[in-house]
Nanobody
Framework: EVQLVESGGGLVQPGGSLRLSCAAS????????MSWVRQGPGKGLEWVSF???????YYADSVKGRFAISRDIAKNTVYLQMNSLKIEDTAVYYC????????????WGKGTLVTISS
C-alpha cells in the first residue's frame, strides 16, 4: 500500500523557516518524481515544487529562491526547506507522487498545516 506521511508543519513568524518531511512507503521511491502542493485558506490547490528521479528540481515562481526540495533515497523521504516565510505561505502542504511521464498526481498524503503569523 502506497503511503505518504507529511510532518514538520507548525506556526512560524514571518521571515522564519520550517522544514517539511514526507516519508514514503509501499513503492519504489527512487523510481518516482515527487512533488509538494499546497492549499491556502479559501484558495485552490497550488503546485509548489517537484523533484525528478535523477535530482533536478523545479519551483513555482511564488516560492523560487525561498524554498528548496530534496530527497533522501536511503530514507525514502522527500523534504521541503522553506525559508523567508511569508503570511501568504500559510497553507496545508501535501506531498504528492507523480507518474512518469505524464506528471499525473496519483497519490497524496494527508497534509501538514503551516501557519505564518506574527
Amino acid at each position: 500500500e502506497v503511503q505518504l506521511v507529511e510532518s514538520g508543519g507548525g506556526l512560524v513568524q514571518p521571515g522564519g523557516s520550517l522544514r517539511l518531511s514526507c516519508a514514503a512507503s509501499g513503492f519504489t521511491f527512487s523510481g518516482y518524481r515527487m512533488s509538494w502542493v499546497r492549499q491556502g485558506p479559501g484558495k485552490g490547490l497550488e503546485w509548489v515544487s517537484f523533484i525528478t528521479r535523477s535530482g533536478p528540481t523545479y519551483y513555482a515562481d511564488s516560492v523560487k529562491g525561498r524554498f528548496a526540495i530534496s530527497r533522501d533515497i536511503a530514507k525514502n523521504t522527500v523534504y521541503l526547506q522553506m525559508n523567508s516565510l511569508k503570511i501568504e505561505d500559510t497553507a496545508v502542504y501535501y506531498c504528492v507522487r507523480l507518474l512518469y511521464p505524464s506528471y499525473a498526481m496519483d497519490y497524496w498524503g494527508k497534509g501538514t498545516l503551516v501557519t505564518i503569523s506574527s
